[in-house]
Antibody, heavy 119, light 113 residues
Framework: QVQLQQSGPGLVKPSQTLSLTCAISGDSVSSKIGAWHWIRQSPSRGLEWLGRTYYRSKWTNDYAVSVKSRITINPDTSKNQFSLQLNSVTPEDTAVYYC?????????WGQGTVVTVSS | DIVLTQSPDSLAVSLGERATINCRSSQSVLYSSNNKDHLAWYQQKPGQPPKLLISWASTRESGVPDRFSGSGSGTDFTLTISSLQAEDVAAYYCQQYYSTPFTFGPGTKVDIK
């Protein structure tokens, strides 16, 4: 049974970096079938895909254009997890952040982390 | 980017009655190499992450009640709840995984009349 467990702070100051981690159990971040995503949800933006990381013969990342200059998604094979870093946050980055596994569609989701950007 | 629109924004249906939600894509999500529509439906209840109901436009996930069904191809899709139950009160989203950026519809809220 695949599970994703999110961790990270719920409050980030403006201009600082949002950092979240998604720990994987029951699957491998290095899977040659799956991909690992971050999505966020807010009343103003709805469900917004942020980016993914996946391994085939090498690691590949794809990012949404809206955050491309500020985002990094990193796999950590030693801990079987992946992370999200979003730099230079503003109040508009306030949202619920989810990690998810893609095996075809997005079949497994983390529990969600409410992140508020505020001083 | 592929834009997904959903209709209606919300609907209220009597218990046991049919609920129908539509999703339209700005371009086809039918992938020629596998002849599959890369379109999924999710259910989300307050305080919970989205739950996958239907993938490949019409394939019900294991454990999902058979009152949920998906249909359509190309650019027009439908999620049908054949006999609404109280536990089906939720928001429903379509999503395309045909190409990045993967996009979601704005959602449809289903309630009991």
């Amino acid at each position: 049974q695949v599970q994703l467990q999110q961790s990270g702070p719920g409050l980030v100051k403006p201009s600082q970096t949002l950092s979240l981690t998604c720990a994987i159990s029951g699957d491998s971040v290095s899977s040659k079938i799956g991909a690992w995503h971050w999505i966020r949800q807010s009343p103003s933006r709805g469900l917004e895909w942020l980016g993914r990381t996946y391994y085939r013969s090498k690691w590949t990342n794809d990012y949404a254009v809206s955050v491309k200059s500020r985002i990094t998604i990193n796999p950590d094979t030693s801990k079987n997890q992946f992370s999200l870093q979003l730099n230079s946050v503003t109040p508009e980055d306030t949202a619920v952040y989810y990690c998810a596994r893609q095996a075809g569609s997005f079949d497994i989701w983390g529990q969600g982390t409410v992140v508020t950007v505020s001083s | 980017d592929i834009v997904l629109t959903q209709s209606p924004d919300s609907l209220a249906v009597s218990l046991g009655e049919r609920a129908t939600i539509n999703c339209r894509s700005s371009q086809s999500v039918l992938y020629s190499s596998n002849n599959k529509d890369h379109l999924a439906w999710y259910q989300q209840k307050p305080g919970q992450p989205p739950k996958l109901l239907i993938s490949w436009a019409s394939t019900r996930e294991s454990g999902v009640p058979d009152r949920f069904s998906g249909s359509g191809s190309g650019t027009d899709f439908t999620l049908t709840i054949s006999s609404l139950q109280a536990e089906d009160v939720a928001a429903y989203y379509c999503q395309q995984y045909y190409s990045t950026p993967f996009t979601f519809g704005p959602g449809t809220k289903v309630d009991i009349k």
